[in-house]
């Protein structure tokens, strides 16, 4: 028989994960920052709205007179309009150039833009108020549509700026602003729900310089998990609960909690000691245990389930983690994290973390996969924060993030690094 049901966290992410659909579409959203979308952007115009130019400089058709086919140094030009950003261009004449400035429409009939840096230009009498400009020898160089961003190169109206799927950051609220887009349709914010197990924790509303017994504890867990899933802009402030180790009050908050979320995360409980009830209690309230316990460390005695709700294609992950601080926070970073970002809608929410090289491996092999801190020591390269264990969040504050290693694994890297 297997010993694990799978044999990766990947390979156990994905087991939860493929059943899940999005949360709910929320029409009409105006405050799109962080969001996620639920629908298209569409351009509502072209994007340039015009031929513009790219540079400080002069727009010329080469085949007007002026410039006879050719660009002849040495020869006055006049100067015949300006086109200044936020006006409409000046008309183009057979004779002569227009100074136009970054962003300022190109008249209809040039066919270029020569920068500034390729001109000597020389003030103009009363006859030619804008002066006159000669090419340099460089301004022969310029090729047919040079410096000029034509009407539509981005994008044309009507079609699709943004695809569904996407996180509002800045760029796509630059999109969104760009296309005079006021409101879309986005997915609801993602409902979590984090517990916490075990009698030796002090309340979890108590406050957090309360003076405990030495059998008793604080429970950072719920504060980690919390830290871990708010910066997530689309996820709902997580609902904080705890439960006593007792099988029917666990049983109650586990069933309230699935209830009313669209993920549960649990720590503490998981294992095989006399009062962990998390396993019993899942499969209790009708939850399909996917996996329980990884060739994996920290975290080996994690749980996977899913609850598939009733009469509904909604399935609704949850996530027994150890109750040791280091396999609590990084099981939660690494196993709940990209389910709530499937959840949310994201159309890429597999993980993709970033590859380091560690400066010193250490002598030590497991046959697991292993989590291990690390502190960054420059870009891309990191060492190994050495801790005492798996309750050692002490350590664990002088990390980074952490590597993942495959079992038996022993050189430097390249090696998948997730941040905190
Ligand atoms: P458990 O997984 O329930 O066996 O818990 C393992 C150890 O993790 C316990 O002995 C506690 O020291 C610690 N622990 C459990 N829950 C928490 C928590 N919420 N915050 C901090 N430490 C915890
Ligand atoms: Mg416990």
Same mark, same amino acid.
Request: with cysteine; glycine share 10%; hydrophobic share 40%.
């Given at each position: ?41 569409? =351009?509502? @115009?072209?994007? +340039?709205? =015009? ?11 080469? /085949? @007007?007179?002026?410039?006879?086919? !050719? ?12 086109? #200044? +950003?936020?006006?409409?261009? *000046? ?21 270029? %833009? ?19 400009? @000669? ?7 310029t090729q047919p549509a040079a410096n000029i961003r ?8 009507? !079609? ?21 887009? !006021?409101?879309?349709?986005? /997915? ?39 830290? #871990?899933?708010? +910066? /997530? +802009?689309?996820?709902?402030? $997580?609902?904080?609960?705890?439960? *006593? ?8 908050? %586990? ?14 409980? %998981? ?40 009469d509904s294609a909604t399935a609704k992950p949850i ?14 970073? @690494? ?15 597999? $993980? ?13 092999t497991l046959h697991l996969h292993w989590m291990r ?45 997730? =941040?905190?």
């Open positions: 028989m297997k010993r694990f049901a799978y044999d990766s966290p990947n390979d156990a992410i994905a087991a939860l994960a493929a059943p899940l659909a999005p949360v709910d579409v929320q029409h009409d959203c105006r405050d799109l920052l962080g969001r996620v979308l639920a629908c298209s952007i569409v =351009a509502d @115009r072209d994007h +340039p709205a =015009a031929d513009v130019s790219a540079m400080d400089g002069y727009a010329l058709a080469m /085949r @007007r007179p002026a410039n006879s086919g !050719e660009i002849h140094c040495n020869e006055e030009i006049p100067v015949t309009g300006e086109s #200044i +950003p936020g006006s409409p261009p *000046p008309d183009f004449s057979d004779f002569g150039v227009i100074r136009i400035f970054t962003g300022g429409m190109v008249p209809a009939g040039c066919d270029r %833009v020569i920068q500034r840096e390729y001109t000597i230009e020389s003030t103009g009498g009363d006859s030619m108020p804008l002066g006159t400009v @000669r090419w340099r020898a460089e301004a022969k160089l034509g009407r539509g190169e981005n994008i044309e109206a009507g !079609e699709e700026a943004l695809p569904p799927g996407v996180v509002v950051r800045a760029p796509q609220v630059a999109a969104i602003a760009s296309f005079g887009v !006021e409101s879309a349709s986005v /997915r609801r914010r993602v409902r979590i729900a984090i517990i916490t197990t075990g009698d030796e924790l002090g309340r979890i509303d108590s406050p957090t310089n309360e003076t405990l017994p030495p059998w008793k504890i604080r429970n950072s867990n719920a504060h980690a998990l919390r830290a #871990i899933v708010t +910066p /997530r +802009p689309y996820v709902n402030p $997580p609902t904080m609960l705890h439960a *006593p180790d007792e099988p029917e009050q666990l049983k109650q908050v %586990v069933s309230d909690a699935v209830a009313d979320h669209d993920i549960v995360l649990l720590t503490g409980g %998981v294992s095989m000691g006399d009062h962990d009830y998390v396993p019993k209690v899942v499969s209790e309230i009708g939850a399909q245990t996917v996996f329980h316990k990884l060739p994996l460390r920290p975290g080996k005695p994690i749980l996977g389930a899913l609850y598939h709700v009733p996530i027994g983690l150890p109750g040791n601080p280091v396999s609590a926070t990084m099981g939660a970073v @690494r196993f709940a994290l990209p389910l709530i970002d499937k959840l949310a809608g994201i159309t890429h929410w597999e $993980p993709n973390p970033p590859s380091i090289m560690l400066d010193e491996i250490g002598t030590k801190a690390v502190r960054m020591t420059g870009p891309g390269t990191a060492e190994l924060v050495v801790g005492k264990g798996s309750g050692d969040l002490v350590s664990l504050g002088a990390s980074d993030g952490f590597i993942e290693m495959p079992p038996t694994a022993h050189h430097p890297g390249p090696w998948p690094f997730f =941040a905190w």
